[in-house]
């Protein structure tokens, strides 16, 4: 804790103390606390968090170390913490000023433990400057380059020749034309013509005739 954060503490005690009797009551604490902590700690002393309770407690139950056998830490109207704006004596005054270093270093080491702040950002945003007026002009050139003119000529050889006009056919017949007809058959009968006809019979009868 700096000298110029342990002014500050030693301002904002003696500012908590609004009814100006020289003692810090629980509620001027809140209003303490609020002071040193922006606004960021309940404003009810029971949902403080302990160590912000246990500071109190020492700041008030300190009183012995002031003036011997004072009662200030007995009873809950008694439990307050003395700022010796009422008291002449240099000693009392510097016990005074030791327990209330003492609570503001507590405070102090609470606050950063219980509400760290954020760190300032290390460095100043990056800032662009404006856009020069725009123009017809491309930024960039173009990764392709542009397609020459149209031409009718074909972009590759003809993978065949064209086609000629002939009478002639491309492949020859696959078969002499058909003879000419003639009545004569193909290919000899497979049996000799039949002989003249007889009234033998040309096998045997397989049985003998039917009796009357």
Do not use: H, W
Not at 53 to 61: H, L, N, Q, V, W
Not at 81 to 97: K, Y
Request: hydrophobic share 40%; net charge negative; aromatic share 6%.
């Amino acid at each position: 804790q700096t000298q110029a954060q342990l002014d500050r503490c030693m301002s904002d005690l003696m500012a908590a103390d609004f009814n100006g009797d020289g003692l810090l009551s629980k509620d001027e604490y809140l209003e303490f606390l609020a002071f040193q902590s922006d606004g960021r700690l309940p404003d009810l002393y029971e949902e403080l968090p302990f160590p912000f309770i246990s500071a109190f407690t020492f700041g008030a139950c300190a009183c012995p170390l002031i003036e011997e056998g004072n009662q200030c830490c007995v009873g809950p109207e008694n439990f307050q913490i003395e700022l010796g704006s009422n008291l002449s004596n240099a000693e009392q005054l510097t016990q005074v000023e030791a327990i209330l270093e003492a609570v503001c270093q507590l405070v102090d080491e609470n606050i950063a433990e219980f509400l760290p702040r954020t760190p300032a950002p290390s460095l100043a945003p990056i800032t662009l400057e404006p856009t020069a007026t725009a123009s017809d002009t491309p930024s960039v050139t173009p990764s392709v380059p542009p397609t020459r003119e149209a031409s009718e000529a074909p972009s590759f050889v003809p993978s065949q020749a064209p086609t000629m006009a002939s009478d002639v056919p491309s492949i020859p017949p696959s078969a002499a034309p058909t003879q000419v007809a003639s009545d004569a058959p193909s290919i000899a009968p497979t049996l000799a013509p039949t002989r003249v006809e007889s009234d033998v019979p040309s096998i045997a009868p397989s049985a003998a005739p039917t009796r009357v």
